[in-house]
């Protein structure tokens, strides 16, 4: 069920009525039954596969409190030797429930590019497999470990309740692309009786037109020439640069919209889900992008994959070794480099199975990494040329050398290939000429869409400039929907209706599968 | 009375989007011949009925076949029909008056794509008088679709916005209100009786190759199989015969696609002899009347010109008579 189906908005305004019209203690039950319907609709067989991950993980969060109290009322005998039992035992748990779910993933998701690579090296011809791959598979499952792992750490106590930890995996608005919800932010909220409250609703209506917004006249006008440049780069060598810029702009109308969309159905149910968008092409560095960018998924990352790299033994040792051989300065950073350099190849692999995901997140590693190595020589270099961190010039020239930086990584996140993003990250340079972009070429990407003109162009600037607008309001700390509550109702009708009548008007439809791009994870 | 306030607020705000929205539909959505067709099927009773595609549109002239059969029959077929459209197109026909013999023309390059979301994608719906097959054909084909089909109908045709003023004179005009055909003419063709399509020969205008699309039987779009199989059981049910057809392309472009076509083909004979249904695909009969040249063609995808069609009519009608 597509966020933009009229079978979607239909059963979000049921699910709305009856949330509210019923005893409020049974509010997260009908929560639960609507997250199973919705994920069911998408095809029965898929639902065995949500159910695995809440089951094993549901168990293992049990069974590791279990452990832990036994513990606490056994300390009198043999203490050290039952502390070290404990653990091993706990971690024998967590051990096989990561693997048990992280490999259902990695089945399910990287199995056909194993045998490819294999099939390349030995020069076999093992036939792919047709497996089915459940929606949002790769959301829920990093939610639910991240469970795991907190209740691991003693973060918080386990959910004793089957049933309200299976609506914690798979709450609706959030299932298809997240954001990745933490059980200590989302659970208690979900469990809460809540009551209607209009103002909290006009917002998160407002959250929905702008999610949309976003997604109909930005992202889906911008894909009709990105796809066209991409898809034909050979017959486009001039536009490499205008396919990537598009692509910026797809990218972030159609994943921040769709996000805006979940978080406003989730408020319409009273529920607060995380913000996983933060103005990112304001960003001054990739770090500071990755803060803005997914932040769920960079959160994530850094507490279940940052955090334990850095803080191993292994990595202890590591930073012990650096420092003899390169110094203090240099063997203090080494370690936190490959923490992100693993973490970054963890993302790529994340965003799919492909060399051109691993580049990805090795690049952005790697950027990140050699800042980081080079933190010291830069304020040194800053200070040699005068150059004044808080001066609005420095700051501009850090948002747009970001901006590049970024861009450059699209290449292989939205070619088919590495040897296609190669090429026209080479085209970017060498076949770049400004005529290019006035002589009319940039129609022709389109033609293959109906009645591609520059009034597509014209929109999608249009609608850059609104959310650009917006951005810039929104990074200078003002928030833009409690000023527009504030305002009279003729002035909040007038805006309602001129982003509501932009969707058919402006919008087009969308040409990815399933309507979101990160639908598809 | 802060609630009542409130909801009266949103009722309001509604109405507002219903008024405009209203407005919109008036003035971009076109005065098309489906309305013609639609009418026709509510006001006339009819032996036959033609469904598929712009083949054959623009290849059947139903009164040419009747003058063979000595039926009375009509084209339903349209430019962006898919199975799913034909199949409700059926069932509104028979609410009316049950006709005895549905005619489909299958095109096997509308079996290997989906129905796109575009201005003809809602183009027959629209045209349904509220009923319960509305209501079915709307839970069919829009449910699952972009929800601005729904709650804008125009948002299809939201680029015919330079036609604005001829679509509003048009929607004012008594040709309108009587379902009137002339406002259709137009010097490359014109809608004619029965829902027949005439297209004329023009000169200097080369003939395309761009809507050729080839069969590949890894591409069969499952819904089409689905109202296939709908449509057959429905036929059954009613007690009304189904006949399959496909009408000739160009000599020129079956021979160089051969193999697509021929593929096609066997597919499509084995699936109506699955389900016990004649079928005469015309590209592979030995009918010397009919004109393959491309002379007979508007374009290299076989949209028959009308006169080609015009003996074409007459060549199925005497295969319709075999029954």
């Not at chain 1, 500071?288 to 850094?302: E, P, Y």
């Not at chain 2, 000739?248 to 084995?270: G, V």
Request: net charge positive.
């Amino acid at each position: 069920m597509s966020l933009i189906s009229m079978k979607f908005l239909l059963f979000v305004l049921i699910a709305v009525i009856g949330y509210y019209s019923i005893p409020k203690k049974f509010q997260w039950v009908w929560l639960l039954i609507l997250s199973y319907i919705y994920y069911a609709s998408s095809g029965i067989k898929i639902v065995f596969f949500i159910l695995f991950s809440t089951i094993t993980t549901y168990t293992a969060g049990i069974l590791l409190h279990k452990i832990s109290t036994c513990h606490a009322e056994n300390q009198d005998t043999n203490r050290s030797f039952r502390k070290q039992q404990i653990i091993s035992q706990k971690r024998l748990i967590v051990v096989t429930t990561l693997i048990l779910n992280f490999g259902m993933l990695g089945i399910l998701k990287y199995t056909n590019f194993v045998i490819d690579i294999f099939n390349h090296i030995s020069g076999n011809q093992i036939t792919f497999f047709n497996f089915l791959l459940p929606l949002g598979i790769s959301f829920y499952t990093f939610q639910s470990m991240g469970y795991l792992l907190d209740v691991y750490w003693e973060r918080y106590k386990p959910e004793f309740n089957f049933f309200r930890f299976a609506l914690f995996v798979s709450f609706f608005p959030q299932i298809l692309q997240g954001p990745i919800s933490r059980f200590d932010h989302l659970a208690h909220q979900l469990f809460e009786q809540h009551t209607f409250n209009w103002a909290q609703a006009e917002v998160a209506v407002q959250r929905i037109l702008w999610g949309f917004f976003k997604k109909m006249v930005l992202a889906d006008n911008a894909a009709m020439f990105v796809d066209g440049i991409f898809n034909r780069y050979q017959e486009f060598p001039g536009l490499s640069i205008i396919a990537v810029l598009g692509y910026s702009i797809q990218l972030y109308g159609d994943f921040s919209g769709g996000i805006d969309v979940v978080i406003g159905i989730a408020g319409l149910f009273g529920i607060t889900l995380k913000e996983n968008f933060k103005q990112p092409f304001f960003a001054r560095s990739i770090s500071d992008f990755w803060h803005r960018w997914h932040i769920t998924l960079g959160t994530w990352m850094k507490d279940y994959i940052f955090y334990p790299i850095s803080l191993s033994k292994g990595m202890s040792r590591f930073g012990k070794f650096a420092k003899k051989t390169f110094g203090k300065k240099v063997g203090r950073t080494l370690p936190i480099c490959a923490a992100n350099i693993v973490v970054f190849l963890v993302v790529g692999i994340w965003h799919g199975a492909a060399w051109k995901f691993i580049i990805y997140g090795l690049y952005n590693g790697l950027i990140i990494a050699f800042s980081g190595l080079m933190a010291a020589n830069y304020q040194k270099w800053k200070k040699a040329c005068h150059i004044n961190d808080k001066s609005k010039l420095w700051i501009v020239f850090q948002i747009v050398r970001t901006f590049i930086l970024v861009n450059i990584s699209w290449f292989f996140d939205r070619a088919d290939s590495v040897r296609q993003a190669l090429i026209m990250m080479k085209n970017a340079v060498t076949h770049f000429e400004i005529t290019s972009l006035l002589n009319g070429s940039i129609l022709e990407t389109g033609k293959s869409v109906q009645n591609f003109s520059i009034i597509i162009l014209i929109i999608l600037l249009f609608g850059c400039a609104i959310v650009f607008m917006v951005s810039f309001i929104q990074e200078n700390k003002i928030a833009v929907q409690q000023v527009l509550i504030s305002r009279p109702v003729m002035i909040r009708w007038a805006v309602y209706l001129m982003l509501l009548f932009a969707l058919p008007i402006l919008g087009q439809p969308p040409t990815s599968s399933g309507g979101f791009i990160y639908a598809q994870f | 009375m802060h609630n009542f306030k409130k909801v009266g607020g949103i009722v309001l705000f509604i109405a507002l989007c219903v008024v405009i929205s209203g407005m919109f539909n008036f003035m971009l959505v076109p005065y098309s011949y489906i309305r013609v067709d639609v009418h026709n099927i509510q006001e006339k009773k009819y032996d036959d009925l033609y469904i598929g595609t712009s083949h054959g549109k623009a290849g059947i002239n139903p009164l040419e076949v009747d003058k063979i059969t000595g039926r009375k029959s009509t084209n339903l077929c349209l430019g962006g029909e898919y199975l799913e459209d034909s199949y409700f197109l059926i069932k509104e026909a028979v609410r009316h008056h049950k006709p005895k013999r549905i005619i489909y023309e299958a095109d096997p390059g509308y079996w290997v794509t989906k129905p796109s979301q575009n201005t003809d994608y809602n183009m027959i719906y629209r045209e349904f008088p509220p009923s319960l097959v509305k209501v079915e054909y709307y839970i069919a084909k829009n449910l699952s679709a972009d929800f601005r089909n729904t709650i804008f109908p125009w948002y299809m045709c939201r680029n015919q916005y330079t036609a604005i003023p001829s679509i509003i004179k048009t929607k004012l005009s008594q040709e309108y209100k009587n379902y009137g055909t002339k406002v259709f003419k137009a010097e490359n063709q014109s809608y004619e009786e029965e829902g027949f399509v005439h297209i004329n020969r023009m000169k200097g205008v080369p003939k395309s190759k761009d809507n050729l699309i080839l069969w590949d039987e890894a591409k069969v779009y499952q819904g089409n199989l689905e109202y296939f199989k709908k449509l057959v059981q429905y036929c059954k049910k009613n007690d009304i015969e189904l006949i399959a057809i496909t009408t000739p392309i160009p000599q020129e472009t079956l021979e160089q696609y051969a193999e697509h076509y021929d593929d096609a083909n066997k597919y499509f004979s084995k699936l109506m002899n699955q389900y016990n249904i004649t079928y005469y695909n015309f590209n592979y009969m030995e009918e010397k009347e009919i004109d393959r040249s491309s002379d007979a063609f508007s374009d290299y995808d076989g949209h028959m010109y009308g006169d080609a069609a015009q003996n074409f009519s007459r060549i199925l009608g005497k295969y319709l008579n075999r029954k």
